[in-house]
């Protein structure tokens, strides 16, 4: 990169630096002159001493990030620190390369590159990564999830521990097993599910197969009938949705092994990679099939390791014979049981056998395999018999926590994750004694558990901590109960078919006017304003257009909710019980002494979905199909999709928020005209340099004053009942999240008065551009922002008993609540 470049990266390289050991070459000057590696401390371990080198914390060192390139390239390391701890350092790369070596393996990375680049000759080498025994126990300790992409499914992800970065993964199934199967499901659980970037690699299947797959198994549609074309409604939703996954798909004629090997490295950011399929029987037209597959396999370990990245490929064969010639470092063998409803997979390494195994579930008419749970694995390898050792409580326990202790569930505090593991290790060895060692802390644990997600997943395992609580109490943790409830086969399975999306929280009825003298009908307000418009509202577009123009395109990531802390800062979540004796989650924020004295100062914002309401640009009637657009028309709303634009601050998080973390293929983003508006003003103030290009929109006469009237019943009623409190207060709240909520009802089944999702999006980012805005005034004016959530919710770092003047303290609309803590405290606010 060049210093521009990297100064702008400066955080996520580092973080690569420290947690992916992977070093970048930053040059400087008109003659690229000036060489320096950003790079591990392993390079330099006398960085580590942070006072024995020139250092400098994260914030200083990008502002004068130039400066700290020419000293470091002229033989004076710099030290990056994040707080007082040293994370990266900067060496002069001319030096590091005259010093050391380049690594004489042709395939192999040079140590410590960053190796997800294709292979420069004229780049600086650098000398071998040694990590201490230290360096790898404390990695071991502190890591509470497997590192790897994952399969999705909890039985297996348990057995692999997910897919090894660096390492080949053979996954071999006899033809019609449904080996390709597993290929597509860990595809699915990184792109579609993590957000991170695949390329899929499809000799055997062609794009159209895997995107039918793919829709066949998110949305429980039958394979047969998608390869027919015949999609539902939904089905072409979801379709659309995929659309921004980052998913690639390389299914070119002649692809060979080392075809992928000269593709791969391209891709940035690259999380796996999967190559579907090799195939034992000889094929003129596949490459990758019959005696040339040993010396494929051979290129795809050199791939894996040279960048760094799990490598899976899926073989037809479970032949002993072929499998040893390919040599992979993990084997995960698919074998059909005599019960057609189950197929066992064993997991095996190279040099060390069998390490695992679980049952799936085969769902082929989905195109997915399901869970059906653990497998036993005895010394060789074999299946064994069902474990006697521990209670129906400690069994029930250890099967409750798989999703989270094998990495599908993400959620629990890494102490706890490995007390669960091991007592699924002590069950499934039959070891009594670490049973027993595993008695205290799981006995803590269940007396005061952490916050866990509403979902099937989530519930199981509070219940299974609940009753090895009760038990422990009673003293019988440790003796078979019978009266204990079992697990059943499907407990905590998603059923087969279409999954019920709840996630507006809306239930049958809502959608009913309120009765009169309810203490505030605001669906019937919110009705009346929309009808009373001059503009003639198209409340409710059409189930049958729903599939196509610009509906599809229109997601929740449209809010642009900032959720961004500060860079310097540690956010921690903490278990708390509230008075009620609810047991939730609450945020703690570690503040470096460098900001000085202070306190925190909690700034709740008062109704800003409704404020959102009372000026809010909208497109009354249909989108129009407007195209790329040359500036951006004032007097027309909808949505636009744009170029990110680039925001060098690091005191604000993105004018965007969390839209920037799902841009396509290109790097763009849909967003609604609030955000439009925005970066207009902000080139128009100067802290953006351009507008960002509009490549597409879909736009309509634009109104400001369609929701006024329900802003303005809002605010009043508010100032009647808030002075109350109480139910009608409650009551008020209640109603008032329904009918907006009803703009944009997520299931097909929820009937609603609306059906506007542009809308309503545009609302929610209307409160997010107002929010954030606010809070930029106050940063301009010399306040510290920690932390900046939601719509609603601000922390800045002032002076005890002085909120920032640039918010209006009170119980109105516009107005906020503040609030101060001392350093430590946890912030009384949070998700529960």
């Known amino acids: 990169?060049?210093?521009?470049?990297?100064?702008?990266?400066?955080?996520?390289?580092?973080?690569?630096?420290?947690?992916?050991?992977?070093?970048?070459?930053?040059?400087?000057?008109?003659?690229?002159?000036?060489?320096?590696?950003?790079?591990?401390?392993?390079?330099?371990?006398?960085?580590?001493?942070?006072?024995?080198?020139?250092?400098?914390?994260?914030?200083?060192?990008?502002?004068?990030?130039?400066?700290?390139?020419?000293?470091?390239?002229?033989?004076?390391?710099?030290?990056?620190?994040?707080?007082?701890?040293?994370?990266?350092?900067?060496?002069?790369?001319?030096?590091?390369?005259?010093?050391?070596?380049?690594?004489?393996?042709?395939?192999?990375?040079?140590?410590?590159?960053?190796?997800?680049?294709?292979?420069?000759?004229?780049?600086?080498?650098?000398?071998?990564?040694?990590?201490?025994?230290?360096?790898?126990?404390?990695?071991?300790?502190?890591?509470?999830?497997?590192?790897?992409?994952?399969?999705?499914?909890?039985?297996?992800?348990?057995?692999?521990?997910?897919?090894?970065s660096g390492r080949l993964t053979l996954v071999a199934a006899a033809p019609n097993v449904g080996g390709s199967l597993l290929g597509l499901a860990a595809a699915r659980q990184t792109a579609l599910v993590d957000g991170r970037k695949v390329l899929y690699a499809a000799s055997g299947p062609?794009?159209?197969?895997?995107?039918?797959?793919?829709?066949?198994?998110?949305?429980?549609?039958?394979?047969?009938?998608?390869?027919?074309?015949?999609?539902?409604?939904?089905?072409?939703?979801?379709a659309q949705q995929l659309v921004q996954a980052p998913l690639l798909i390389d299914d070119g004629s002649d692809l060979t092994a080392d075809a992928i090997a000269e593709t791969a490295p391209h891709v940035k950011d690259l999380a796996l990679v999967v190559v579907d399929r090799l195939q034992a029987a000889h094929s003129a037209r596949l490459p990758l099939s019959g005696d040339r597959l040993?010396?494929?396999?051979?290129?795809?370990?050199?791939?894996?390791?040279?960048?760094?990245?799990?490598?899976?490929?899926?073989?037809?064969?479970?032949?002993?014979?072929?499998?040893?010639?390919?040599?992979?470092?993990?084997?995960?063998?698919?074998?059909?049981?005599?019960?057609?409803?189950?197929?066992?997979?064993?997991?095996?390494?190279?040099?060390?056998?069998?390490?695992?195994?679980?049952?799936?579930?085969?769902?082929?008419?989905?195109?997915?395999?399901l869970d059906a749970g653990v497998a036993p694995v005895d010394r060789a390898g074999v299946e064994g018999t069902a474990r006697s050792l521990g209670s129906a409580v400690e069994q029930e326990l250890a099967e409750a926590a798989l999703p989270y202790t094998s990495g599908a569930q993400q959620g629990l505090p890494a102490p706890l994750t490995h007390v669960l593991a091991a007592l699924r290790t002590a069950l499934t060895n039959a070891d009594p004694e670490a049973l027993a060692e595993l008695e205290p802390p799981l006995a803590e644990a269940a007396a005061a558990p952490p916050h866990l997600p509403d979902t099937a997943e989530g519930r199981r395992l509070a219940a299974a901590l609940q009753a090895y609580g009760t038990a422990a109490s009673a003293g019988t943790s440790g003796q078979p109960d019978a009266a204990a409830a079992q697990p059943t086969a499907d407990r905590g399975q998603v059923p087969d078919g279409d999954e019920e999306d709840d996630r507006d929280g809306l239930v049958p009825g809502d959608e009913e006017d309120e009765p009169e003298g309810s203490v505030f009908p605001a669906l019937r307000i919110l009705k009346?304003?929309?009808?009373?418009?001059?503009?003639?509202?198209?409340?409710?577009?059409?189930?049958?257009?729903?599939?196509?123009?610009?509906?599809?395109?229109?997601?929740?990531?449209?809010?642009?909710?900032?959720?961004?802390?500060?860079?310097?800062?540690?956010?921690?979540?903490?278990?708390?019980?509230?008075?009620?004796?609810?047991?939730?989650?609450?945020?703690?924020?570690?503040?470096?002494?460098?900001?000085?004295?202070?306190?925190?100062?909690?700034?709740?914002?008062?109704?800003?979905?409704?404020?959102?309401?009372?000026?809010?640009?909208?497109?009354?009637?249909?989108?129009?199909?407007?195209?790329?657009l040359d500036t951006f028309d004032k007097t027309q709303a909808g949505i636009y999709l744009i170029d990110i634009p680039q925001w060098n601050r690091t005191d604000m998080p993105h004018p965007l928020g969390r839209i920037i973390e799902r841009p396509d293929d290109q790097g763009r983003v849909w967003v609604t005209t609030p955000h439009i508006k925005q970066l207009e003003k902000l080139v128009r103030e100067g802290h953006l340099p351009v507008a960002p290009a509009i490549h597409d929109s879909w736009t309509g006469k634009a109104n400001e004053s369609l929701f006024k009237p329900f802003y303005e019943a809002t605010r009043k009623a508010r100032t009647e009942l808030v002075q109350a409190g109480g139910e009608p207060y409650k009551a008020y709240k209640t109603r008032l999240s329904i009918a907006l909520r009803l703009l944009w009802p997520k299931r097909e089944e929820q009937r609603s008065p609306f059906w506007r999702p542009d809308w309503r999006m545009s609302m929610v980012a209307e409160a997010s551009v107002r929010h954030w805005s606010v809070a930029f005034k106050a940063v301009q004016e010399g306040h510290t922002l920690l932390a900046l959530r939601n719509v609603d919710a601000a922390v800045f770092w002032t002076p005890d008993g002085t909120p920032p003047?640039?918010?209006?303290?009170?119980?109105?609309?516009?107005?906020?609540?503040?609030?101060?803590?001392?350093?430590?405290?946890?912030?009384?606010?949070?998700?529960?």
């Not at 790898?136 to 057995?159: C, K, M, N, R, Y």
């Not at 794009?207 to 539902?232: F, H, S």
């Open 206 to 238: 062609n794009r159209a197969d895997i995107m039918r797959r793919i829709l066949a198994a998110e949305t429980g549609g039958d394979y047969p009938r998608l390869k027919q074309g015949r999609l539902t409604a939904r089905e072409q939703q979801v």
């Open 294 to 369: 040993p010396d494929a396999s051979q290129v795809l370990a050199s791939l894996a390791r040279t960048l760094h990245v799990p490598v899976l490929a899926i073989v037809d064969s479970d032949d002993p014979a072929l499998l040893g010639l390919l040599d992979a470092d993990v084997l995960v063998t698919l074998a059909p049981k005599e019960d057609s409803s189950k197929v066992q997979v064993t997991v095996a390494e190279r040099d060390f056998g069998a390490i695992g195994s679980a049952y799936l579930r085969p769902d082929l008419l989905h195109a997915r395999f």
């Open 805 to 832: 003047s640039t918010y209006r303290i009170g119980t109105g609309f516009g107005q906020v609540k503040a609030k101060f803590i001392q350093p430590g405290q946890i912030i009384p606010e949070g998700d529960d």
């Open 528 to 628: 009346d304003a929309i009808a009373r418009s001059k503009m003639h509202p198209i409340p409710v577009i059409r189930t049958e257009e729903r599939d196509n123009g610009p509906w599809p395109l229109i997601s929740e990531d449209m809010d642009g909710e900032p959720r961004w802390v500060h860079p310097d800062i540690t956010l921690t979540r903490v278990p708390h019980i509230k008075a009620n004796g609810k047991r939730v989650r609450r945020d703690q924020l570690e503040v470096p002494g460098s900001f000085g004295e202070g306190v925190l100062c909690l700034i709740d914002r008062n109704g800003s979905y409704p404020s959102a309401c009372s000026a809010v640009p909208l497109a009354p009637n249909n989108l129009l199909h407007t195209g790329p």
């Open 1 to 164: 990169m060049n210093a521009t470049e990297a100064r702008n990266a400066l955080y996520a390289l580092v973080k690569r630096a420290e947690e992916d050991g992977r070093t970048t070459l930053i040059c400087k000057g008109q003659k690229r002159q000036d060489r320096v590696l950003l790079a591990p401390l392993d390079l330099l371990p006398a960085a580590r001493k942070a006072e024995v080198l020139p250092s400098h914390v994260l914030s200083a060192a990008q502002k004068d990030f130039g400066d700290l390139v020419t000293r470091a390239a002229q033989g004076q390391p710099q030290v990056l620190l994040r707080n007082t701890t040293p994370v990266a350092v900067l060496l002069p790369a001319d030096a590091v390369s005259a010093a050391h070596s380049s690594d004489p393996v042709t395939d192999a990375a040079p140590a410590g590159g960053a190796v997800n680049s294709p292979r420069n000759p004229e780049r600086a080498s650098a000398p071998r990564r040694l990590a201490t025994l230290g360096d790898a126990i404390g990695a071991v300790l502190t890591s509470g999830q497997a590192a790897g992409p994952l399969f999705g499914l909890s039985g297996l992800d348990a057995a692999t521990g997910g897919l090894p």
